[in-house]
Structure formats: structure tokens, C-alpha cells
């Protein structure tokens, strides 16, 4: 049976903050333009945001962008890229602005003003007082993000495509990219989207760890097809671990929580963060948090039977500041920690959260690849948000820098792509034996007979991820694990689909997402093994200190052959002194 | 635990059946943990989920008659023999899963996004406290399709009815002091069926699991457009 094909000018693969955010700037134009989501698009994982977005507004205490930056620098422990920091809490300000005009319910201050509070990492003035930075719409600030502008799309006449699943990027011989294989979900049926250009904006990845943040749908779909590619994936070692997940469940208790002025205690009812962070305290940076939360336990002085978690002190806030402020973290902990946290303290350990590393592009959305001593930019493929690494986070990020990171070159991809249609008017020819190779993977699923099932493997890799390539990180503990995934990654094509059916086949989206999750979860393993230093979110016990003599560059892991390379970071930003190195304490 | 799941493959099933699974429970087990737990056995179980915190709206089904979101129905609340449906009203594409192309229509025609004519500011539009307040309880909504899908309106009257979540958002955006198209969203909401057919059964606010209340908000229209009149 022939193929089915579409053809668009833009596709953009994935509905959350960053494929919307692009969506809309070139739904506004008359550019013919096709989001491609394997859920509808509000149930992309940005609708489970809470805390906010920074932006300095200087709403609530003095603020500018200059100082969002320079926390931004420190908080990537120097490993972002300062060109792009700057670009981005520049642009901070009008893309607030532009969501609150978009329709997004923030909450407001007496004046009438979007409401702002305190988030980890924040400061006035290079490093002194706390800041109040984060734009909140109370503590649900993705949903309202992300459901405005799925309502702008609508209002724009986006043509979605909800409910397919991206397969691979179709390229032809010189790299370019032409669009990608696509299944539609319903029906089984693959089908060839055509584009000048592609966005991947495929979001997160923790479905690799066993207890994470992260929605079941996270499983780097976007980072893997960049890896098949040939395009090598950035900073992948740098995965944060969030302080506050309810323990044993690892669904998120927002950091705006301690924002608004709850505090971490152990079992003897100390409030422990004074001595790992004597100024910042309970809003240090997250990296610095998760560890002394580990630490605290490792040391005998967590809480519960099993003495494995700490807790979050919320009750001394009051019943009002909790409803009015926290009204959904209120309901997660009767919900799922059963415990009411205006009366009693929330059970917390940290969770699989967030990845730093990603695709790595320019400020424009751009994926650039290394070509002789320097870089080149993919014809025709974009990449924003969380899948992307531009780098902004560096080796780790702060809160509410994530929702700013995916609206801010979410839509700077967008604005790129309309751009280059001006220049590039026709579709590139097809080709097709890329098709025939992404057709593969999807045709390989249909070998019967017996073999390993999707379960037992994911179950099997999840938890080596966890156990090798999580907090804790020494060389024999990873080496270990590397050697295990690759062994796992060996048994792959044992692996049969028991359920051949087409019609609404879960079974067969979920092979396809395993893939996708040994993929990805390969580069963060390999990637933390190489990385002989700690920084940030990736702390080594056998190499303890941060060693910008050999350190201070960017990683890039290329699937073929477990490859490594590395790229200096760009400390030069655009138009104004470069911060340099120093320690890092809170 | 027993658990009664319906099933139905279209490529090889005539229509839908029950089929039972054991399912060892544990404390503190959620619903999508037994579904999950159920898939587990037989990977051709199909139904939606993702979050798994009742923020993304992908797992609503219909537990021993009622409307509920899987991920936050606490298994210890529930009778047993669990029987576990699709949502009511809507064609079955497969198991628990069902076409909702309907539900998303009646969202999209209540025009769901903030309309203004005024010249944008530099900065923010204003709201003062007060009216912001005026939106909770509206804007939670996560478009889950529980209420919508409860309402015996919206069973007879799918294509004509916008149901109890296109009309709560509807109320969203009027209730909203930055708006400014009231007399074009009450206007397109006028005749016997969009919002007229709610005979104020109140299923949706029974099931809402984010405990909003769509009738209260169509009752709102309802005096608005009475106000409005006068």
C-alpha cells in the first residue's frame, strides 16, 4: 500500500510550551504549519509546571535582567552559555508580558500587577538579597500556560495532528532534514510529513529513571530521533534530581513551596538546609538541596519507619497562604502523601526531574552540529525546550528558568523558521531510502513469535539507570552500569509485540518509546562516565571539586559507536561583561 | 482485588465485553496503578494516561457508574467487584478508550481564548486581586471530559449542546475583566440548545474531580444574559 503523505511548510513535533510557542508565531503568519503530538496537546507535560516562569519584572522587590542572568550563570555552575543566558532573561520580560496578554490567569498583586514570588537561586544585585522573580499563576503555572496558548493555536487555526506518535526524521544525503514518519495512533497507519522545516520540541525524558517527576510520555522521543540522526546530544550527564518529590511516589512538591516561606526539617526536627547553605538555606539551588536531603538521609537522620525521606514544613504558613498559594500541592499531599499540609509536614525525597543536556542549537532554535574545528547548522531542523540544550541551564538549572526556557526559544525557533521560508521556497526532494529506514523501526515491531517483552525490558532498564547513573555517581558504580545497559541495550531486538492489532495500539507506541528511552538514557550514562569532575547537578564522589582546567566545556555524545566529543562554552555574552568562574556557595 | 474491564478491539471484537483481573492492591494504590498493574498482564489493555497527578486529563473513565480520573481515585474508596467502563455517550475506539472529537468541538466554538480590541499595553493588562479571584474555580478545568460526558444533555444532544465544559470555559473568558467580547460570546450562545439544554441535573459537578462546578458557571451565564437583556 502506498505511503500517505502531507506536505507543510513548518512541522512541529510536540504540543507543549516550546511546539506551541513556535506553532503560534507561525500560525499568525500565512506559513502552513502542522503540530504533531502523541497526546492531545493538553496533556503535554508543561501542564504540570507549578511553581512559574522568571521573568525580572521587578513586580514585587527591585529587579533587572542583568541580575537574572548573572544567577542564571551561577546556577549552571559556568557551564551555560553566556550569549545565550543574556538573550534569554532579556527576553524574559516581553515574553511574560505577551503570555499575560495571550490570556494566562497569573495571580496579581494589589496594584493589578502580575504576581511574583521567591524561587531558589535568586538574588538582587549580583549575589545579595533573595529575589522575587518567579511569575506564578498560583501553583498551577504551566496548566494556565500551556492551555492559553493551545487556545491561541486554536484561535490561529494550527492544524493539529493529536494522537501520532514521530517515528524518525526523514534526511537526505547531505544532512538536511525533510520532515519526519509518523503514526497515527488510531488507526496504525504511518504517514510521510513533508516540511522546509522541523521543530522538535519533544520536551523531557525522565521516564529513564524508575521514580521520577516526569509524565509517562517523557521518554526522549525527540533526543532519540536527533541521535538517529547523527546528531550528537549536549551536556546529557547534567540531569536534575528535584528535592522536594512526595517520597516513595516522586510526584513534584513545587519549590515555590519554600518560596513562600516553608522549610526542610530531619528527624530530630532540625532545619538542616542552614548548615549546607547558610544564607540561602532552603532556597539554594536544587542541586545543592537534593544532595544535602541524600546526605541527611545517608546519615542516619531521615524521617519515617524506614528513616528514608525528610520533610516539608508547611503548616506554620497558615491555612490561607497554603490555599491561596498552594491550593494544588494542598491537594497532591492528601491525594497522594495523605497528609494535609496545612496540619502536618509533607514527606519529601528527591525525584528524577528535568534534563539539562539536549539537542544542542544556537539562540535561534537552530541544531548545530560540529563540522571540522567548528559548527554547522542542520538545514532544515530546529530544536527548543527541554529536548533542546541551547545551553542556558548549563550543569544545572534553576527553577522557573524551565517554563522560560521552552516559551522564549520556542518562540525564537518559530520566528527563525518563518525567516528561512523567505528564503527557502520549495520542499527539498524526498528521500527516499530514509523513508525505507524510518519505515524499519516501524515494520521491525511486526516480527512475531517469542522474545522479551517491552515490560520486563523498560522495567529492567529504568531501574539500572536509577541504581548506576543517579545521585550517586563514582566511577565503578557507572562503569558498572554502562557495561549492564549496553548489555540491556543488546537484548533490544529479542523483543517481540505480542499485540499486533493496529487499531489504538498502546502496546506498539510503547516498543517505539523504548527504543527511545535506551536511546537517550545511554547518552546521560556514557556522558556522566566520561566526566571525571562534579559540577552542578553531576556530583562525584571520587572527583569532588569542579576542575575548570579540564572541565569547563560541553560534552556531546554520539550514538554511533558510544562516541565522545566536547565543545568549549561560550562565555562571551552579547553586550555585556562576561561573569567568570568562581565557587559557587549559596 | 476484582476488577471487571471492558473491552473492545475493533479488529476483532463484534462488540464490547467484561473481562476480570485479579489485581494485588497495596496501600495507597490509585486506580491507574491497577489499570497499569492490568496492562501489565495483558499489554493489548488499552486506555490513556500520563501525568499520573491529575494535572493532564488523559485518564477519565467510568468506575461503577462513575465519572472519574483514574490517576486520583484512590482504590480503597471504590467497591468491589471494581467494573471499569469507557466514558458514557461516546463512540469506543478501543477499550477504555473513546473518541472525544465531539467534546473538543463544543470547547472549540465557545471561542475559548481572551479576546481584546484595545490596543495591547507595554506591560501587563491589570487585574486587580479581586477579579482574578473571580477565575478561580473556572480556569483549573483540565479538560478531562468527566462532566461533559456525565451529562444526560450531552448524551442526547452532542452535536447541538456545548456541554458542561465548553460552557464552563465559556464563563471563564466572561467572567475574565480583561475580556472584551461579551456581547459576542453571550450573542453566539443564544437559541433552545448551546447552553439552554443544561436542565441543571448537576452529574458534572458530582464527578468534576477538580471539584468545579460547571452548573454554577452556566447559571452565571444564564443571569448575565438576563441582565444584559434588560
Known amino acids: ?586 | 482485588m476484582k476488577f471487571l474491564v471492558s473491552r473492545y478491539n475493533p479488529e476483532s471484537d463484534a462488540s464490547p465485553y467484561m473481562q476480570a483481573f485479579d489485581v494485588e492492591v497495596s496501600r495507597g494504590m490509585m486506580l491507574r496503578d491497577a489499570l497499569l498493574e492490568i496492562k501489565r498482564q495483558d499489554e493489548s489493555f488499552a486506555f490513556r494516561h500520563s501525568c499520573g497527578e491529575g494535572v493532564c486529563g488523559s485518564d477519565g473513565v467510568n468506575v461503577n457508574g462513575t465519572n472519574k480520573l483514574a490517576c486520583i481515585t484512590p482504590i480503597s474508596e471504590l467497591k468491589e467487584p471494581i467494573e471499569i467502563r469507557p466514558f458514557p455517550g461516546r463512540p469506543i475506539i478501543r477499550d477504555l478508550v473513546v473518541d472525544m472529537t465531539q467534546f473538543y468541538q463544543q470547547y472549540k466554538a465557545v471561542k475559548p481564548w481572551l479576546v481584546r480590541n484595545d490596543p495591547m499595553p507595554e506591560q501587563e493588562i491589570l487585574q486587580s486581586p479581586q477579579d482574578r479571584d473571580k477565575l478561580d474555580g473556572l480556569y483549573e478545568c483540565i479538560m478531562c471530559g468527566c462532566c461533559s460526558t456525565a451529562c444526560p444533555s450531552f448524551w442526547w444532544n452532542p452535536e447541538k449542546f456545548h456541554g458542561p465544559q465548553a460552557l464552563l470555559t465559556a464563563w471563564r473568558f466572561l467572567a475574565d475583566s480583561r475580556d472584551q467580547a461579551t456581547d459576542e460570546r453571550l450573542d453566539a450562545l443564544e437559541g433552545p440548545y448551546k447552553l439552554f439544554r443544561c436542565h441543571t441535573i448537576m452529574n458534572c459537578v458530582e464527578v468534576c474531580p477538580k471539584g468545579l462546578n460547571p452548573t454554577k458557571a452556566i447559571g452565571h451565564i444564564k443571569n448575565l444574559m438576563l441582565k444584559n437583556a434588560v
Open chain 1, 1 to 586: 500500500m502506498a505511503l500517505n503523505k502531507r506536505r507543510f511548510d513548518a512541522l512541529i513535533i510536540g504540543a507543549g510550551g516550546a511546539g506551541l510557542n513556535a506553532a503560534i508565531q507561525l500560525a499568525n503568519t500565512d506559513a502552513r504549519v502542522a503540530v504533531v503530538s502523541k497526546v492531545f496537546p493538553t496533556r503535554s507535560h508543561t501542564v504540570a509546571a507549578q511553581g512559574g516562569v522568571n521573568a525580572a519584572l521587578a513586580n514585587v522587590l527591585p529587579d533587572n535582567w542583568h541580575w537574572h542572568m548573572f544567577d542564571t550563570v551561577k546556577g549552571s555552575d559556568y557551564l551555560g552559555d553566556q550569549d545565550a543566558i543574556e538573550f534569554m532573561c532579556r527576553e524574559a520580560i516581553p515574553t511574560v508580558y505577551e503570555l499575560e496578554h495571550n490570556g494566562v490567569p497569573f495571580s496579581r498583586l494589589d496594584n493589578g500587577k502580575i504576581y511574583q514570588r521567591a524561587f531558589g537561586g535568586q538574588s538582587q544585585n549580583f549575589g545579595g538579597a533573595q529575589a522575587a522573580r518567579t511569575c506564578a499563576a498560583a501553583d498551577r503555572t504551566g496548566h494556565a500556560i500551556l492551555h492559553a496558548l493551545y487556545q491561541q493555536n486554536v484561535r490561529a487555526r494550527t492544524h493539529f495532528f493529536d494522537e501520532y506518535f514521530a517515528i524518525d526524521l526523514i534526511r537526505d544525503d547531505e544532512g538536511a532534514i525533510l520532515g519526519a514518519l509518523v503514526l497515527e495512533i488510531e488507526t496504525g497507519e504511518p504517514l510521510l510529513i513533508e516540511a522546509k522545516a522541523t521543530v522538535l520540541a519533544t520536551g523531557g525524558c525522565g521516564q529513564v529513571y524508575r521514580t521520577t517527576s516526569n509524565a509517562h510520555i517523557n521518554t526522549g522521543d525527540g533526543t532519540a530521533m536527533a541521535l538517529r540522526a547523527g546528531i550528537p546530544l549536549m551536556d546529557m550527564e547534567f540531569f536534575q534530581f528535584h528535592p522536594t518529590g512526595i517520597a516513595g511516589k516522586g510526584m513534584l512538591i513545587t519549590e515555590g513551596v519554600r518560596g513562600e516561606g516553608g522549610y526542610l526539617i530531619n528527624k530530630d526536627g532540625e532545619r538542616f538546609m542552614e548548615r549546607y547553605a547558610p544564607n540561602a538555606k532552603d532556597l539554594a539551588s536544587r542541586d545543592v538541596v537534593s544532595r544535602a536531603i541524600v546526605t541527611e538521609v545517608k546519615e542516619g537522620r531521615g524521617c519515617g519507619p524506614q528513616a528514608d525521606h525528610v520533610l516539608l514544613k508547611v503548616d506554620h504558613l497558615g491555612e490561607d497562604i497554603v490555599s491561596k498559594r498552594l491550593p494544588g500541592i494542598r491537594e497532591s499531599g492528601k491525594i497522594f502523601a495523605g497528609v494535609d499540609a496545612v496540619h502536618e509536614p509533607l514527606p519529601v525525597f528527591p525525584t528524577a526531574h528535568y534534563v539539562m543536556g539536549g539537542i544542542p542549537t544556537d539562540p535561534y532554535g537552530r541544531v548545530i552540529v560540529p563540522q571540522g574545528t567548528g559548527e554547522e547548522v542542520v538545514p532544515g531542523l530546529y530544536a527548543a525546550g527541554e529536548c533542546a540544550c541551547v545551553s542556558v541551564h548549563g550543569a544545572n538549572r534553576l527553577g522557573g528558568n524551565s517554563l522560560l526556557d521552552i516559551l522564549v526559544f520556542g518562540r525564537a525557533a518559530g520566528l527563525d523558521v518563518i525567516d528561512s521560508l523567505k528564503e527557502h521556497k520549495n520542499h527539498r526532494p524526498m528521500n527516499e531510502s530514509s523513508v525505507e529506514a524510518a519505515m524499519a523501526r516501524l515494520t521491525r515491531w511486526d516480527q512475531q513469535g517469542d522474545g522479551l517483552s517491552v515490560r520486563e525490558l523498560r522495567d529492567e532498564f529504568r531501574k539500572t539507570m536509577e541504581d548506576h547513573a543517579g545521585v550517586f555517581r563514582t566511577e565503578e558504580i557507572m562503569s558498572e552500569g554502562v557495561e549492564k545497559l549496553k548489555a540491556l541495550r543488546d537484548k533490544l531486538p529479542d523483543v517481540r509485540l505480542h499485540d499486533q492489532s493496529k487499531v489504538f495500539n498502546t502496546a506498539r507506541v510503547e516498543a517505539l518509546e523504548l527504543e527511545n528511552l535506551f536511546d537517550t538514557g545511554i547518552a546521560i550514562a556514557y556522558s556522566a562516565l566520561m566526566r571525571r569532575e562534579s559540577r552542578g547537578a553531576h556530583s562525584r564522589p571520587d572527583y569532588p571539586s569542579r576542575d575548570d582546567g579540564n572541565w569547563m566545556k560541553h560534552s556531546l555524545y554520539f550514538r554511533e559507536g558510544d562516541r565522545m566529543d566536547y565543545k568549549p562554552v561560550r562565555t562571551k555574552p552579547l553586550t555585556v561583561e562576561s561573569f567568570p568562574p568562581k565557587e559557587r556557595v549559596y
